[in-house]
């Protein structure tokens, strides 16, 4: 089983930056594809930013792209998504997650995550 736990999140003016973190234990990191997802009040969790298994190749929403960059580190088990540019829409709850190990499907699509972090809230202000 895998645990992730987020951190970084908080409130910003509209146009700063943050940066989220994510720590993975109980697994072997570099087996998982990895993803960054939020959810607004009253509407579905979306996907953000998902990156392979190397780090060699990222998804991004399009409502993110320019903006927001996903980026891992296998030898220390952490994901972090730096976003920049932030805007009021931006506003959720925004969550880690992981496949399962060896995952063959498309990566960037909900259903293909397994495990997810606890979350953690990113409030823009206008």
């Known amino acids: 089983q895998v645990q992730l736990v987020e951190s970084g999140g908080g409130l910003v003016q509209a146009g700063g930056s943050l940066r989220l973190s994510c720590v993975a234990s109980?697994?072997?990191?570099?087996?998982?594809?990895m993803g960054w997802f939020r959810q607004a009040a009253g509407k579905e969790r979306e996907l953000v930013a998902a990156?392979?298994?190397?780090?060699?190749?990222?998804k991004l929403a399009e409502t993110v792209k320019g903006r927001f960059t996903i980026s891992r580190d296998n030898g220390k088990s952490t994901v972090e998504l730096q976003m920049n540019s932030l805007k009021p829409e931006d506003t959720a709850v925004y969550y880690c997650a992981a496949t399962p190990p060896f995952y063959s499907g498309a990566y960037y699509t909900k259903t293909a995550y397994a495990y997810w972090g606890q979350g953690t809230q990113v409030t823009v202000s206008s």
């Open positions: 990156i392979t298994r190397s780090g060699g190749g990222t």
């Open positions: 109980g697994g072997i990191f570099s087996y998982h594809y």
